[in-house]
């Protein structure tokens, strides 16, 4: 149980105000639970002082899957994360400490992420926190904030109380429902995590026409949406669609 307390709150423990927040972003009506991670994501925003909020998970080598993240912007910041194949949430899953990093730090570590994020979100600082538990060693909650002396601010403490929270509500969600082993937790088939599988789909695609691995296939796909000024999601929703062909982005147009 987390026991932190915020001084400004007259006592109220942090996870108190993490369940009442996440209470008020529970609305009524039919939720099998894959609206989860997007409201997990509001309520991180509601108790710490950030702009954003993003969860992601590791289900394969070849990159991670989103599972909910709010406002957009913080969607549009993992997607182009991902969309670069590196970032601050690579690096706090692989060395499994707290990451801090303001607009500075950003483009000293990765230039391009960096350039694309500053360009198209609000955000100028990161704070990624490996998410420990039940999804430790693959989930990462990603913090976002407008005014890069926001980093420095936060409560690094508070913060990963937080996380800790995140990954309680999705262990509580899979312990009392009913999922088979092939197709995981509701919370796995988020909206954001059906749209990442997409991805899969042309990779799939792209691998076949081809005639190269996963990997490559994804690096092309990755390539193809960086010169185009796109994020790898979107190529991948249009090569699925069949409003692109595998030829389009290997760079020989097809008929159709």
């Known amino acids: 149980m987390v026991r ?41 925003t509601r108790v710490l002082p950030v702009d954003g909020a993003g969860l ?15 406002p957009a912007a913080a969607g549009r910041a993992e997607r182009l994360q991902f969309t670069v194949g590196n970032g601050p949430c690579l690096l706090a899953v692989t060395t499994g400490h707290p990451v801090f990093l303001v607009a500075e730090d950003l483009q000293r570590r990765w230039p391009v992420f960096a350039e694309l994020l500053l360009e198209q979100t609000p955000y100028r600082g990161v704070v990624s926190l490996p998410v420990r538990h039940a999804l430790a060693g693959t989930g990462a909650l990603d913090l976002f904030l407008t005014d890069p002396l926001g980093v420095a601010q936060l409560d690094v403490f508070d913060a990963v109380a937080v996380g800790d929270l995140v990954s309680a509500a999705l262990t509580d969600a899979a312990v009392w429902t009913t999922w088979s082993e092939a197709t995981g937790p509701d919370w796995l088939h988020s909206p954001a995590a059906e749209r990442r599988a997409r991805v899969w789909q042309a990779v799939g695609l792209t691998s076949a026409a081809l005639d190269v691995d996963a990997a490559e296939a994804l690096a092309v796909l990755r390539a193809h949406a960086h010169g185009a000024g796109r994020t790898v999601d979107s190529v991948a929703a249009d090569l699925v669609s069949g409003r692109l062909v595998p030829a389009d982005v290997i760079g020989r147009p097809g008929a159709g």
């Open 4 to 44: 932190c307390l915020s001084p400004d709150h007259e006592g109220v423990s942090l996870a108190d105000r993490f369940a009442a927040a996440l209470a008020a972003e529970t609305t009524g009506g039919d939720d099998d639970g894959h609206l989860l991670p997007e409201r997990l994501a509001r309520a991180v």
């Open 56 to 70: 992601s998970v590791q289900l394969s080598r070849l990159g991670r899957c989103p599972l909910g993240a709010s």
